[in-house]
């Protein structure tokens, strides 16, 4: 175990010093660290003053710091205009109505939904409904209103309080004070030219909500921006504020949905080193979120299936013991780790080395998970292969070891043990063959067929040894020598009728054209007529046997020797009582006898 542990060591070394030396890549890392300005608005207390709400709605629009003072001044401009403007008049509904036309006709020129940003709309006028509802929160109050925020499912506008009537104001209309009423509207001459009705929406799940929590909405929606444009590190350090403004629900699930977009980003551009120190250190800071651990573990996991796929494997696996160590990583996961860390060593290993060191690094993990299945059937695979590879090299003593030890284990199937035995005994009749001849090739053959429960191979191997055996001695003349093969004991075991008649056919066929030379024609038909006796009348000895007797007859009658010639054919028509030719030749000779 010692040893182990300073292996570990040694991997761990090797990988520091890896990622030291190694080039950093350009990666998006996300502040985790709320802005100072954050915290000390998390801090106050509600109701803001309007100083604090101008600088909030600036910062946490993501104004910067060299901005902020210009835009300030720009926002107490627009208020002391508004001052001015409706000066001397006192809060009241109608104050309210006409706060808003004139916001909307001085300051608000074209609404866009995602534009959430404040500074956004004191510089360019684009407003949605977040950025509209906190100034016109912000204006109404430095008149002496009492406003709020109201949210509802997917929308912001405020409600100010006047007495003990509350009115809606729909920021993003011109005629959003008290939705729902009929509203005159006039040209610009004065003259009343119709009525404009505001719907009042979906408002059954309205909510009304601080002004920190008007002010987060600002956040979440830029988080939501950031998402679209895949600026994922950009949302996390918005949700991070955004959570620290205010810890609640809404403010959550924005934190989590932007550690869930930016690990799904380190994940797919694999920037592990950064993201998991990323994730790591925010699974720390909120070590209540259980999903941030998840993400973190996650970010682990593929970073150590990134190595194993790029042939990486001591850096895998340091970083699966040391996850597992420190319980980034659980009992399961560690485990799949492991296992895919062992198949694919063992897969890349096979290709480069040989079925030998796949199984060396098989074995290595069934010495960790010596139950595991999925080893377990590759360490089947790799040894199959190993033994095929044993014998495809010739290596037949080792194969033939390494078979009969996994049979006595039934590591295979009955039709695997066949089929290696099958292809083991085909390589020893290869040798044997090329080394002593083909005796000793079928004695392996032979051998074989007492292994294999399916004999069909071995069978059909024996044959074509024999059968070419036995055909090159008859076409080296050597007859005797094919005679006593066609008749043995290899040739009662492995020689099928078809193919005996046939190496017969071709022994009294070639021995006959043999004697034709040697002995006369009349030695090559009695040749051919021990043939038939043998093996029947073939049309091949039939047609032999009357081309030797004709041309045996032939050179009898040409020394004029009728009387020996027609002895000759009547004995041969006692063996082919009805061939034309013997008949038409005997005419002949009776012929010339007369």
């Known amino acids: 175990m010692k040893r182990l542990w300073l292996r570990i060591l040694y991997f761990f070394l090797i990988s520091f010093f890896y990622f030291q030396l190694s080039p950093l890549l350009q990666a998006e890392v996300p502040r985790l660290e709320p802005l100072n300005s954050v915290a000390l608005l998390a801090k106050a207390k509600e109701p803001l003053k309007i100083d604090e709400l101008i600088a909030a709605s600036l910062i946490l629009s993501g104004v910067e710091d060299n901005r902020l003072q210009t835009l300030k001044k720009m926002f107490y401009v627009k208020i002391d205009e508004v001052k001015a403007h409706f000066k001397g008049r006192g809060v009241s509904p109608e104050l309210g109505d006409d706060l808003l036309r004139y916001i909307h006709n001085q300051y608000l020129g074209r609404y866009n939904v995602k534009q959430t940003r404040v500074d956004e709309l004191l510089e360019k006028g684009t407003y949605n409904c977040v950025s509209s509802a906190v100034f016109f929160l912000i204006v109404s109050r430095s008149l002496g209103f009492s406003t709020y925020g109201v949210k509802t499912t997917d929308h912001s506008f405020c409600a100010i309080q006047v007495g003990e009537n509350t009115y809606d104001v729909e920021t993003t209309s011109v005629y959003g004070f008290n939705p729902g009423e009929k509203k005159e509207f006039t040209d610009d001459f004065g003259k009343v030219t119709g009525y404009a009705y505001v719907p009042p929406g979906n408002y059954s799940a309205r909510e009304i909500i601080g002004e920190k929590e008007l002010l987060f909405l600002i956040l979440h929606n830029r988080a939501v921006v950031s998402f679209d444009k895949k600026q994922y590190a950009d949302a996390v350090s918005i949700a991070v504020d955004g959570y620290e403004l205010i810890k609640n629900d809404l403010s959550l699930v924005l934190l989590l949905q932007a550690f869930a977009h930016y690990t799904t980003w380190v994940v797919s551009s694999k920037q592990f080193q950064s993201g998991a120190e990323v994730l790591r250190k925010a699974s720390s800071r909120y070590n209540r979120q259980k999903k941030l651990k998840e993400y973190y573990s996650h970010i682990i996991t593929q970073w150590v299936v990134s190595y194993i796929d790029e042939a990486e494997f001591n850096l895998a696996q340091v970083l699966i013991f040391s996850s597992y160590k420190d319980k980034t990583i659980d009992n399961d996961t560690y485990r799949e780790l492991f296992v895919y860390l062992h198949q694919k060593k063992a897969e890349y290993f096979a290709k480069r080395d040989g079925n030998k060191s796949a199984l060396e ?7 960790m998970f010596h139950d595991e299945q999925s080893l377990i059937q590759s360490k089947t ?10 014998i495809t090299e010739g290596d037949v003593e080792l194969a033939s070891s390494v078979l009969i030890r996994t049979k006595a284990e039934a590591q295979f199937k009955e039709k695997d043990y066949n089929e290696l035995f099958a292809f083991l005994y085909q390589k020893k009749a290869e040798l044997a063959f090329s080394a002593e001849g083909v005796e000793a ?12 429960a399916d004999k069909t191979l071995m069978l059909q191997l024996g044959e074509m040894y024999l059968f070419n055996h036995i055909k090159a001695l008859i076409k080296n003349g050597e007859f005797s020598q094919a005679a006593d093969n066609i008749n043995g004991q290899y040739a009662s075991v492995f020689l099928s009728q078809k193919s005996k008649q046939d190496l017969l056919l071709y022994f009294y066929l070639t021995k006959a054209e043999s004697l034709s030379d040697s002995a006369g024609f009349l030695a090559a038909a009695h040749c051919i007529r021990e043939g038939m006796s043998s093996i029947g009348k073939h049309s091949h000895l039939v047609q032999n046997y009357e081309v030797y007797i004709h041309n045996h007859v032939a050179e009898l009658a040409g020394r004029k020797e009728y009387a020996q010639a027609l002895a000759v054919l009547e004995q041969a028509l006692t063996v082919l009582p009805a061939s034309s030719v013997f008949k038409k ?4 000779i009776e012929d010339n006898m007369n």
């Open 361 to 367: 690094i098989i074995d290595q993990g069934l010495g």
């Open 441 to 452: 090739a079928l004695e392996q053959l032979e051998e074989g067929m007492n292994e294999v």
């Open 585 to 588: 030749d005997k005419r002949v």
């Open 381 to 390: 695979l790799y040894t199959y292969n190993y033994i095929v590879e044993l």
